[in-house]
DNA sequence: TTCATCGGGTAAAACGCTCGACGGCGCAAG
DNA sequence: CTTGCGCCGTCGAGCGTTTTACCCGATGAA
């Protein structure tokens, strides 16, 4: 069976080529009379215009790049699912599809990221993967091609992103914390990425600076996956070098449930013996017993805005960006004041 | 700046067009001088064939199309994260790209799944989405388009698929409670897909025929999202209806995991006073304690097997295919001997 | 010496669509 | 009765590759 073209469509319909393109377009320039003649041809014969013809006499593919992370349990992330709901809603939206690559050591090493663009598979990119060492990115500098980091950022250097406000974050955390009363408080960071540090060295300084008093706060790293079982094993750690803690804050909520996991263990009561808090408000975070208190991260907000921008830089709209998302406080039952004598 | 075009590498190499085609794609034909001499022009400008114009010549988009379930929270499920490995895998190391989609009502309603290869925007399709209400997916019987359901099948329906042997599954589930002497089995069902179906119709079956003696086996449904909470709620409801089940077999691990956590807040001990097993292996079942019981289900193979054949399907090797990939029992410490005297 | 063969390269016709330039026609204004 | 203008539609030149013939010169056999 011969696959038809819109030469078919022209023929049958009794009108030209370009008509029928333009019909197929949307064209303001067609009557309606016209259109309706030749959207029939289309619908019976089921008519799909060829893709790669579009893109090639259009110089747009009409499709985006999304880049993950290559941690083994990457999909089990809430956090990545809900980045990529919010992208896909958008770029649906706006009739674009999504190309969705894996950052191995494969895809870096041969610079998949820049073929993409460079061949013009995709349109733009939007990078999810990118951790501290992500040093190769610099290609990306002075914006070659529409490219956006999402929900990360590296200090220095001139890359888009939109990302959550980490920093602000990190402050209602802390002033809730220490409005608590807590000044002994343990800190499990996540350190394989700037905007975990962001996280880290706000939380410390707003701590060091709090007018009633500064914070004692311990740190330890959460482990490269912040997962519960980093957050599990930061907690042992603090624990024993702090017994006296009143508070742990994790720099997320898979990392604070390890934290409060590790305290059902130990028979500590949470809130009573010691606070747990985490960041990003996953949807588990109000169903564990106690509820777990946390800064909300709109992460389906950060593909929806990420999107958005991508899209405009693609249209020129903007020439680079830089947004922060705010972020809120949840107050829930695994913080309370600090235990009296204590 | 300018897009270069194969023209560009032409002209500077000294070759013809043709020629500059040809080394792109490792031709045979071309003698290694040339091949480096063009090759070093092509380094040197750092040129990409546009993508594009090589869809439309070569009639191939090297593009495939995977389509997901559209459930809220789909990424945190293991599952689908360990077959899109696979086929990101699989794919890639054939020069394929992966296009993403998501079976949202409107991406069912406006057809995307015919538009997508009818416009040969992909080569062929890897449909992970289905569950018993796909009726709309009768369109790729006949084979018009090379389609794969990805672990899932149609009884009745012409459908190529790749899937996990259910039915075998439940056997293997089956004769292990059986054989550890469990009469009264409550049984957590998945049931809206055919492979859940098949899953509880032969375990049912095979508790039946048992011939050491058929066993009582009650079944409530889990839920169309296969959760931890749809188990727990599945758990509260069996153990309602039949205090004195000596096990509870869940169709999934995260049901699985669900009812455990009712035992714990019932106070009951797995598998003292009932066994608890699961289907699929997931990576959290062997960290729970304690381990959980389960059927090993590759399902990162099931994703590098479901690409393997439909590249297979698309170059013509093969017409049709329904493989049921082999699952194996997996003990650990949630089963356990009926108790003494029930 | 002649001629078939073959390795290695080239010309040029697709591939199926977009879009800017162009033009015919009818109607209102001059 | 011209002229000008808008509205609708058409022409046709690309878009950047792939790929099928075809060509040419060297080589080896007859």
Redesign the pocket.
Same mark, same amino acid.
């Given at each position: 069976m011969k $696959?038809?073209?819109?030469?078919?469509?022209a023929k049958e319909s009794? @009108?030209?080529?370009?008509?029928?393109?333009?019909v *197929?377009?949307n064209?303001?320039?067609?009557?309606q009379?016209? $259109?309706d003649r030749v959207m029939e041809v289309v619908r019976k014969y089921d @008519?799909?215009?060829?893709s790669?013809?579009?893109g *090639?006499?259009?110089?747009?593919s009409r499709t985006l790049s999304v880049v993950i992370p290559n941690l083994s349990r990457v999909f089990s992330d809430i956090y990545l699912g809900e980045i990529i709901s919010g992208i896909y809603e958008r770029a649906t939206s706006q009739g674009y599809k999504i190309l969705l690559d894996i950052a191995t050591a494969q895809f870096i090493a041969s610079q998949e990221y820049t073929k993409l663009l460079a061949?013009r598979r995709a349109d733009g990119m939007l990078f999810i993967a990118s951790d501290i060492h992500a040093d190769y990115l610099h290609v990306f500098e002075g914006a070659p091609y529409p490219f956006i980091l999402v929900n990360h950022l590296f200090p220095g250097k001139r890359l888009n992103y939109v990302a959550v406000d980490y920093a602000s974050s990190a402050r209602l955390a802390a002033e809730h914390l220490l409005g608590l009363g807590h000044r002994r408080i343990g800190l499990i960071a996540g350190t394989n990425t700037h905007t975990g540090l962001i996280f880290r060295d706000e939380f410390l300084r707003a701590c060091r600076e709090w007018p009633a008093g500064a914070a004692d706060v311990t740190w330890v790293d959460g482990g490269d996956e912040w997962s519960q079982r980093g957050g599990y094993a930061a907690t042992a750690k603090l624990m024993g070098l702090r017994p006296d803690l009143t508070a742990i804050m994790a720099a997320n909520d898979r990392m604070a449930l390890g934290a409060m996991r590790w305290m059902v263990d130990h028979h500590l009561e949470v809130p009573e013996d010691v606070s747990v808090m985490g960041v990003d408000d996953i949807q588990i975070a109000a169903y564990v017993n106690p509820g777990l208190s946390t800064v909300r991260h709109d992460l389906y907000q950060v593909g929806i805005e990420s999107c958005n921008r991508l899209l405009q830089l693609m249209n020129g709209e903007i020439k680079e960006c830089s947004d922060l998302l705010p972020t809120s406080l949840v107050v829930r039952g695994s913080t309370g004041r600090v235990p009296a004598g204590k």
């Open positions: $696959r038809r073209t819109i030469k078919d469509i009794g @009108f030209s080529l370009s008509t029928v393109s333009l *197929l377009n064209h303001p320039r067609i009557s009379a016209t $259109r @008519f799909h215009p060829n790669a013809a579009r *090639l006499a259009s110089k747009s061949s």
